[in-house]
Protein backbone atom coordinates (compact mmCIF):
# COMPACT_ATOMS: atom_id res chain seq x y z
CA UNK A 1 0.00 0.00 0.00
CA UNK A 2 1.25 3.33 -0.73
CA UNK A 3 2.22 6.06 1.56
CA UNK A 4 -1.01 8.27 1.12
CA UNK A 5 -3.42 5.11 0.77
CA UNK A 6 -1.60 4.34 4.13
CA UNK A 7 -2.04 8.08 5.22
CA UNK A 8 -5.95 8.18 4.34
CA UNK A 9 -6.92 5.00 5.69
CA UNK A 10 -5.58 5.89 9.11
CA UNK A 11 -6.82 9.63 9.15
CA UNK A 12 -10.30 8.05 7.83
CA UNK A 13 -9.79 5.22 11.08
CA UNK A 14 -9.28 8.07 13.20
CA UNK A 15 -12.31 10.48 11.99
CA UNK A 16 -14.42 7.33 12.91
CA UNK A 17 -13.07 6.65 16.12
CA UNK A 18 -13.38 10.40 16.78
CA UNK A 19 -16.92 10.38 15.27
CA UNK A 20 -17.79 7.43 18.28
CA UNK A 21 -16.24 9.91 20.70
CA UNK A 22 -17.93 12.66 19.35
CA UNK A 23 -21.30 10.78 19.67
CA UNK A 24 -20.59 9.98 23.32
CA UNK A 25 -19.31 13.74 23.91
CA UNK A 26 -22.28 14.84 22.39
CA UNK A 27 -24.92 12.68 24.67
CA UNK A 28 -23.07 14.04 27.44
CA UNK A 29 -23.18 17.20 26.47
CA UNK A 30 -26.66 17.20 25.25
CA UNK A 31 -27.86 16.00 28.35
CA UNK A 32 -26.00 18.65 30.45
CA UNK A 33 -27.46 21.27 28.25
CA UNK A 34 -30.97 20.12 28.86
CA UNK A 35 -30.73 19.43 32.49
CA UNK A 36 -28.89 22.94 33.14
CA UNK A 37 -31.59 24.37 31.01
CA UNK A 38 -34.62 23.16 31.40
CA UNK A 39 -34.57 21.77 34.89
CA UNK A 40 -32.22 24.24 36.40
CA UNK A 41 -33.52 27.49 34.98
CA UNK A 42 -30.06 28.16 33.32
CA UNK A 43 -29.88 30.92 30.27
CA UNK A 44 -29.45 28.98 26.49
CA UNK A 45 -26.02 29.77 26.29
CA UNK A 46 -24.93 29.17 30.06
CA UNK A 47 -26.32 25.80 29.49
CA UNK A 48 -24.60 25.14 26.67
CA UNK A 49 -21.17 25.75 27.56
CA UNK A 50 -21.35 23.94 30.60
CA UNK A 51 -22.25 20.94 28.40
CA UNK A 52 -19.72 21.84 26.31
CA UNK A 53 -17.30 21.75 29.00
CA UNK A 54 -17.93 18.57 29.67
CA UNK A 55 -18.12 17.20 26.63
CA UNK A 56 -14.52 18.72 25.38
CA UNK A 57 -12.84 16.49 29.14
CA UNK A 58 -14.93 13.10 28.13
CA UNK A 59 -13.40 14.24 24.06
CA UNK A 60 -9.77 14.27 25.56
CA UNK A 61 -9.60 11.50 27.09
CA UNK A 62 -10.68 9.44 24.56
CA UNK A 63 -8.54 10.95 21.94
CA UNK A 64 -5.63 10.47 23.95
CA UNK A 65 -6.45 6.86 24.91
CA UNK A 66 -8.09 5.53 21.98
CA UNK A 67 -8.81 7.88 19.07
CA UNK A 68 -4.78 8.48 17.94
CA UNK A 69 -2.25 6.45 18.25
CA UNK A 70 0.16 9.23 18.02
CA UNK A 71 0.65 11.85 20.26
CA UNK A 72 2.85 14.98 19.36
CA UNK A 73 3.54 16.37 22.63
CA UNK A 74 3.11 13.00 24.99
CA UNK A 75 6.46 14.27 26.97
CA UNK A 76 4.71 17.75 27.32
CA UNK A 77 1.35 17.43 29.23
CA UNK A 78 0.78 20.59 30.44
CA UNK A 79 1.51 21.86 26.59
CA UNK A 80 -0.70 19.11 25.28
CA UNK A 81 -3.87 19.73 27.29
CA UNK A 82 -3.37 23.44 26.94
CA UNK A 83 -3.69 23.40 23.05
CA UNK A 84 -6.25 20.75 23.08
CA UNK A 85 -8.51 23.14 25.54
CA UNK A 86 -7.18 26.32 23.44
CA UNK A 87 -8.56 24.87 20.36
CA UNK A 88 -11.52 23.82 22.83
CA UNK A 89 -12.34 26.97 23.42
CA UNK A 90 -12.51 28.04 19.85
CA UNK A 91 -15.07 25.43 19.34
CA UNK A 92 -16.79 26.58 21.97
CA UNK A 93 -16.62 30.30 20.92
CA UNK A 94 -18.41 28.63 17.53
CA UNK A 95 -20.65 26.67 19.79
CA UNK A 96 -21.86 29.93 21.51
CA UNK A 97 -22.32 31.80 17.71
CA UNK A 98 -23.58 28.54 16.30
CA UNK A 99 -26.34 28.77 18.92
CA UNK A 100 -26.53 32.28 19.39
CA UNK A 101 -27.62 32.47 15.53
CA UNK A 102 -30.10 29.61 15.43
CA UNK A 103 -31.67 30.04 18.42
CA UNK A 104 -31.91 34.10 18.46
CA UNK A 105 -31.77 34.99 14.29
CA UNK A 106 -33.58 31.65 13.17
CA UNK A 107 -35.57 31.10 16.19
CA UNK A 108 -34.96 27.31 16.76
CA UNK A 109 -35.42 26.26 20.39
CA UNK A 110 -32.14 25.97 21.79
CA UNK A 111 -31.96 21.60 21.88
CA UNK A 112 -32.59 21.66 18.00
CA UNK A 113 -30.08 24.73 17.41
CA UNK A 114 -27.70 22.44 19.29
CA UNK A 115 -27.71 19.56 16.35
CA UNK A 116 -26.33 21.51 13.47
CA UNK A 117 -24.08 23.45 15.56
CA UNK A 118 -22.18 20.35 16.72
CA UNK A 119 -21.56 18.80 13.23
CA UNK A 120 -19.89 22.26 12.44
CA UNK A 121 -17.83 22.58 15.81
CA UNK A 122 -17.08 18.24 15.10
CA UNK A 123 -14.92 19.04 11.58
CA UNK A 124 -13.42 22.42 13.23
CA UNK A 125 -12.16 20.15 16.58
CA UNK A 126 -10.76 17.11 14.61
CA UNK A 127 -9.05 18.84 12.04
CA UNK A 128 -7.30 21.52 14.24
CA UNK A 129 -6.40 18.61 16.30
CA UNK A 130 -5.07 16.08 14.25
CA UNK A 131 -2.83 19.34 12.50
CA UNK A 132 -1.84 20.43 15.83
CA UNK A 133 -1.31 17.73 18.53
CA UNK A 134 -1.96 14.64 16.68
Known sequence: MGV????????????SKYVLVGGVAFCLDYAVLSFTHQVLGWPSLAAAAAGFCCGVVCTYLCCNYWVFTHRK????????????????????????LFIGFFDGVVGLPTELSKLPTEALVL????????IALY
Open 123 to 130: LWNFTARK
Open 73 to 96: MREHQAREFAVFTGIGLVGLLLTL
Open 4 to 15: IAESLRNISKAF
